[in-house]
């Protein structure tokens, strides 16, 4: 029934003005059925709304929850980064120093190879020199001989 039904409803009158008893009654009893069947609904209704509320607290609190661990897992990723950069940067500079160092090595022993040449090459000089006096003079000593 409904609240319009309820307003227009009218009672049968009784010869004496008053109206129908048992019609009264009836229509109470009605009403009742009708009101128990709202209220009812009402509860169920009012029940579910909390189970709602409560479902709907619970997922905000997960939809938190993920979003820190976003966070955190956004954070965490971000110092991994960091540090595999450094780290990186680390090997770089590293290598970089190793190659220095080698190249600094190497131009020294270059350096040292150079200077065992030239003196190579002035002792051989020397010997040369030496070696064709040698020869000149045995040479002349030959030529006097005959």
Aim: charged share 35%; hydrophobic share 35%.
């Amino acid at each position: 029934m409904t609240p319009i039904e309820i307003q227009n409803y009218q009672f049968a009158t009784q010869t004496f003005g008053g109206f129908n008893k048992k019609q009264v009654e009836e229509f109470l009893e009605e009403m009742s059925r009708e009101f128990e069947k709202y209220y009812r609904e009402n509860l169920e209704l009012k029940d579910r709304i909390t189970v709602l509320n409560d479902s709907l607290k619970n997922f905000k609190a997960m939809e938190d929850s993920l979003q820190n661990t976003l966070v955190f897992a956004q954070n965490t990723a971000d110092e991994i980064k960091k540090n595999a950069q450094q780290k990186a940067e680390m090997i770089v500079d590293d290598a970089r120093t190793t190659a220095t160092n080698m190249l600094s090595e190497l131009d020294g022993k270059k350096m040292e190879a150079e200077r065992n040449l030239e003196e190579i090459k002035n002792q051989y000089k020397i010997f040369k020199t030496k070696y064709q006096s040698l020869l000149n003079a045995e040479l002349k000593l030959f030529e006097e001989m005959e």
